[in-house]
């Protein structure tokens, strides 16, 4: 799909472009010659007068500041006029098109293109260009503007065939830049250089967009459970170096089940749940004891006080 490009390739022929001093051309010769004929018996003047400012009229042309002017002798390409004023040979010569010079914006899309994986994508770009040698533009190809824009639909649908949807996905720059390159390599010898390649948006089918958004999920379940489990790994390791310093030190396994007995006993009301085997390796019994009647004291204080 090919959208709308500015006209700046202007033939001359179906196009009007008047121009003051054409104007005033016309009418200075068409006033003398009504002032001749007044003077006279022959009313002929007059005509003559008109044509010959009409033709003489045809003479200036005006190209604006981004434009030049293509002339043609007799069919024959003469040079370049322009930007402002500038004077050609009536009947003889004539102003075939005006190139516009200036940086050019074309849209253009790739529909239900197939990727490298087969993936059906749209994806709609947009090519910055201009004409660096108006001459090849005007001689070398018909309508240049519409040979750029299929130029870059074609190179468009040749990248996306030649690469994975992944790549197109994630090295949206590196596309950009050889989608330039090639569209260059096919404009330069209707010379029209690109400026840039714009990637606006690359669309995928709904489908195949759940299936990429349960993968990464997946993906991302997958990751967390590598790095949870990795995290196990090195406690354990933590765990057996302070086992080894614990055994060679009794009392600091005992003020480590104090502290643990202190934190779980914050809260008023906590329970603790404390394996047999904890209370017997690590001396808890007396601990646990002592723990116990300060919860059974604290508990009798709060049924006072309600009372």
């Known amino acids: 799909m090919i959208f709308p490009v500015p006209n700046s390739a202007r033939p001359v022929a179906p196009v009007f472009r008047p121009n003051i001093v054409a104007v005033v051309i016309l009418v200075v010769g068409i006033a003398i010659g009504l002032s001749l004929t007044i003077g006279t018996e022959n009313p002929f003047w007059i005509l003559g007068f008109a044509v010959l400012s009409m033709i003489v009229a045809m003479s200036p042309k005006i190209a604006q500041q981004w434009e030049k002017a293509i002339v043609l002798r007799l069919g024959k390409y003469v040079g370049q006029r322009g930007p402002g004023l500038f004077w050609i040979t009536p009947l003889i010569e004539r102003v075939s098109i005006y190139i516009d010079q200036r940086v050019i914006t074309t849209s253009f899309a790739a529909e239900q293109t197939l990727t490298a994986d087969t993936v059906p994508v749209n994806v709609d770009a947009v090519l910055f260009w201009m004409v660096y040698d108006p001459e090849k533009a005007a001689l070398e190809v ?32 590196q596309i950009e830049g050889m989608l330039q390159e090639l569209i260059d390599q096919r404009c330069n010898p209707w010379g029209v250089t690109v400026q840039s390649v714009e990637m606006r948006d690359v669309i995928i089918p709904d489908a195949l967009q759940d299936a990429m958004s349960r993968e990464a999920q997946a993906y991302r379940e997958k990751q967390a459970r590598v790095i949870l489990g990795q995290a196990e790994v090195e406690i354990a390791k933590l765990f057996q170096e302070a086992s080894k310093s614990y055994q060679a030190n009794p009392t600091a396994l005992h003020l480590r089940a104090m502290n643990m007995l202190y934190e779980g006993l914050k809260e008023k009301g906590a329970l603790m749940l404390v394996p047999s085997s904890a209370v017997e390796s690590m001396g808890m019994g007396g601990l646990l004891g002592a723990a116990a009647l300060r919860q059974q004291s604290l508990t009798q204080n709060n049924d006072t006080e309600v009372t």
């Open 142 to 173: 018909q309508q240049y503007m519409d040979a750029v824009s299929w130029a870059a639909q074609t190179a468009l649908r040749d990248i996306i065939g030649r690469t994975h949807l992944g790549d197109l996905l994630r090295g949206r720059e």
